[in-house]
């Protein structure tokens, strides 16, 4: 672990016992956050916030830096105007040896201004119209995302199959977008009993920035459960909180963990 690492994973540890709301989050913080929190997952789907530089921040040129991709210096300086923060709280104070619980900043965020819409925010707090427009256009990608969900069919060779179709690709382009061999991508399509790996089907849904709970969903019908290791705790948050990056941005991901990195023609 480098001072960098150490410095973090000391503040993350002093936050939790002090209870103090922080904007740097950890991977594993972003995974809850993601996975409780049904609106953030639409609004990172709707790229209305984004991670950047370990902070869930609002996506907008004054917050980050157009061609580095990184915290403006106006955004670290107003944290709790454009990021979302994180408190833990007892979960339940009179519970013996009871853990502390992950609570967010999200509702006091999308409370302060407008972020959906023109790409710009409104000065001061939103009137309850306003925030009510806008939790529709929450609702409704929310609701986009489940009808997808209800219609795939129950196998994943097919499910594969209909995500390819519905977001146009053709198994040569996702053999080029997700570095997964055009053999392997043939006989995931067509052999339901062919096994599968996390690392593979990790790489073909970022390869077609597939949403994070779709993601999901067809390793749950490859019978893949990510195990509570490193390597599947890196891959998980890869579909999560890199689903829209190509493979090559993963990889700087993987190399700066010290893992495996995906490779060209991956095969299962």
Same mark, same amino acid.
Request: hydrophobic share 35%.
């Given at each position: 672990?480098? $001072?960098?690492?150490?410095?973090?994973?000391?503040?993350? *540890?002093?936050?939790?016992? /002090?209870?103090?709301?922080?904007?740097?989050?950890? $991977?594993?913080?972003?995974?809850?956050?993601?996975? *409780?929190?049904?609106r953030l997952a639409a609004l990172i789907e !709707?790229?209305?916030?984004?991670?950047?530089?370990?902070?869930?921040?609002?996506?907008? &040129? /004054?917050?980050?830096?157009?061609?580095?991709?990184?915290?403006?210096?106006h955004a670290k300086r107003n944290k709790s105007?454009?990021?979302?923060?994180?408190?833990y709280v007892l979960a339940d104070q009179y519970?013996?040896?009871?853990?502390?619980?992950?609570?967010?900043?999200?509702?006091?965020l999308l409370q302060a201004a407008g972020f959906l819409e023109n790409g710009e925010d409104d000065k001061g707090t939103q009137s309850y119209a306003e925030q009510k427009k806008e939790a529709s /256009?929450?609702?409704?990608?929310?609701?986009?995302?489940?009808?997808?969900?209800? &219609?795939?069919?129950?196998?994943? #060779?097919?499910?594969? &199959?209909?995500? !390819? /179709?519905?977001k146009g690709y053709t198994e040569e382009l996702l053999a080029q977008e997700?570095?997964? #061999?055009?053999?392997?991508?043939?006989?995931?399509?067509? &052999?339901?009993?062919k096994e599968k790996t996390l690392k593979t089907v990790t790489a073909l849904c970022i390869g077609m920035h597939l949403h994070p709970w779709l993601t999901e969903d067809l390793l749950r019908k490859a019978g893949i459960v990510p195990?509570?290791?490193k390597l599947d705790g890196a891959y998980r948050f890869l579909y999560t909180a890199h689903y829209k990056d190509k493979i090559e941005d993963c990889n700087v991901y993987l190399r700066s963990?010290?893992?495996?990195?995906?490779? !060209?023609?991956e095969k299962a």
């Open positions: 672990m480098n $001072d960098d690492n150490r410095i973090f994973a000391s503040a993350v *540890t002093r936050s939790r016992q /002090k209870g103090e709301i922080r904007y740097e989050l950890s $991977d594993s913080e972003v995974l809850e956050l993601y996975y *409780t929190e049904p !709707m790229d209305v916030i984004k991670l950047i530089d370990h902070h869930l921040v609002v996506n907008l &040129k /004054k917050f980050i830096t157009p061609k580095t991709h990184h915290l403006s210096a105007a454009c990021c979302v923060g994180i408190q519970a013996e040896n009871c853990e502390n619980a992950i609570t967010c900043t999200l509702d006091i /256009k929450i609702d409704t990608e929310i609701e986009r995302l489940n009808g997808i969900l209800s &219609k795939l069919p129950g196998g994943f #060779s097919e499910s594969l &199959k209909c995500h !390819m /179709k519905r997700s570095w997964v #061999s055009v053999s392997t991508i043939k006989q995931y399509r067509q &052999k339901e009993e195990k509570a290791t963990q010290g893992l495996p990195e995906f490779t !060209m023609r």
